[in-house]
């Protein structure tokens, strides 16, 4: 059977009726939540949500990389290993590989290498070897190298691919000296005389007679002992020390008149990888 349920009224159970807010007005917790702050006259409500251009450019670039700051100038010593392609201005290949040693200065960086130079033939100047005509060339050799880089500019950059870490920057001027040994040319020789041949600037006949049977057959072999070097490198070090240096250097012929070289200009594409400690 169904049973009526009465409403009861609020008049007859003692109870204040409930007021109701009237249309359109919002309750007191909407209000508090969505008020605006007051502003002041004729200011632009955006204005407070803005930022200025170089911040977000600073946020943008924080969250792209991490950056990181390697301070060359603290560590005691660089270690690397070195190889490089060199441009004598002739028709045969040379190809260097060795090592090198970094001793950080305060304003620059003192580089002591030593290196094999390995020389081979290539078409032309095998072509070159059935004719009279011979090309100015340097043997197969050993190299030692005393480089000064002075920095030019340096900072931390971003890499690309973004997943590489940032790395410290430093671009450097390099000037440099070059000194061939060539232990092929001291056979037969006593020591006084390997030791006077190398303070000469030039080979010495004995040392000639003994680098034509090691020289390529269209090659006349260079009387040059020593050279200077010049040009441009740039160290990518990684925050644990790791680092990567390219290197472009062109020979300077001042010293030409004296070592009688007639490979007055030549270059070197060099690269060095290693850690600095």
Same mark, same amino acid.
Request: hydrophobic content about 40%; some cysteine.
């Given at each position: 059977?169904?049973?009526?349920?009465?409403?009861? &009224?609020?008049?007859?159970?003692?109870?204040?009726?409930?007021?109701?807010?009237?249309?359109?007005?919002?309750?007191? $917790?909407?209000?508090?939540?969505?008020?605006?702050?007051?502003?002041? $006259?004729?200011? &632009?409500?955006?204005?407070?949500?803005?930022?200025?251009?170089?911040?977000?450019? #600073?946020?943008?670039?924080?969250?792209?990389?991490?950056?990181? +700051?390697?301070?060359?100038?603290?560590? =005691?010593?660089?270690?690397?290993?070195?190889?490089?392609?060199?441009?004598?201005?002739?028709? /045969?290949?040379?190809?260097?590989?060795?090592?090198?040693?970094?001793?950080?200065?305060?304003?620059?960086?003192?580089?002591?290498?030593?290196?094999? %130079? !390995?020389?081979?033939?290539? *078409?032309?100047?095998?072509?070159?070897?059935?004719?009279?005509?011979?090309?100015?060339?340097?043997?197969?050799?050993? #190299?030692?190298?005393?480089?000064?880089?002075?920095?030019? %500019? #340096?900072?931390?950059?971003?890499?690309? *691919?973004?997943?590489?870490?940032?790395?410290?920057?430093?671009?450097?001027?390099?000037?440099?000296?070059?000194?061939?040994?060539?232990?092929?040319?001291?056979?037969?020789?006593?020591?006084?005389?390997?030791? +006077? +041949?190398?303070?000469?600037?030039?080979?010495? @006949?004995? @040392?000639? @007679?003994?680098? &034509? =049977?090691?020289?390529? &057959?269209?090659? !006349?072999?260079?009387?040059?002992?020593?050279?200077?070097?010049?040009?441009?490198?740039?160290?990518?070090?990684?925050? !644990?020390?790791?680092?990567?240096? *390219?290197?472009?250097?062109?020979?300077?012929?001042?010293?030409? *008149?004296?070592? !009688?070289?007639?490979?007055?200009?030549?270059?070197? /594409?060099?690269? +060095?990888?290693?850690?600095?400690?």
């Amino acid at each position: 059977m169904g049973q009526a349920h009465a409403q009861s &009224d609020p008049a007859e159970s003692g109870d204040p009726p409930a007021e109701t807010p009237p249309a359109g007005a919002e309750s007191d $917790d909407n209000e508090a939540g969505d008020a605006l702050p007051d502003l002041k $006259d004729n200011e &632009d409500p955006l204005s407070r949500h803005r930022t200025r251009l170089d911040v977000l450019a #600073e946020r943008a670039i924080g969250t792209a990389s991490k950056p990181v +700051a390697f301070n060359w100038r603290r560590t =005691n010593v660089h270690l690397a290993a070195t190889g490089s392609f060199l441009f004598e201005l002739n028709n /045969f290949n040379s190809l260097r590989g060795g090592g090198l040693v970094r001793l950080p200065a305060k304003k620059a960086i003192v580089e002591l290498g030593v290196s094999w %130079a !390995q020389v081979w033939d290539t *078409p032309s100047s095998r072509l070159l070897a059935y004719t009279p005509y011979r090309q100015p060339g340097h043997p197969s050799r050993m #190299e030692l190298d005393i480089i000064l880089a002075y920095p030019l %500019a #340096e900072g931390v950059v971003t890499t690309f *691919p973004r997943f590489f870490p940032a790395v410290q920057m430093v671009f450097n001027v390099c000037a440099g000296f070059r000194y061939d040994i060539y232990p092929n040319g001291w056979p037969g020789m006593r020591p006084g005389q390997v030791a +006077a +041949a190398l303070f000469n600037p030039s080979l010495t @006949e004995i @040392e000639l @007679e003994h680098l &034509d =049977n090691a020289r390529l &057959d269209a090659m !006349q072999t260079d009387l040059g002992r020593y050279g200077l070097t010049m040009g441009f490198s740039n160290d990518l070090y990684f925050e !644990q020390g790791f680092f990567i240096s *390219p290197r472009v250097t062109l020979s300077l012929p001042l010293l030409a *008149p004296i070592s !009688q070289t007639h490979l007055v200009m030549w270059a070197d /594409f060099n690269i +060095a990888i290693g850690m600095a400690f």
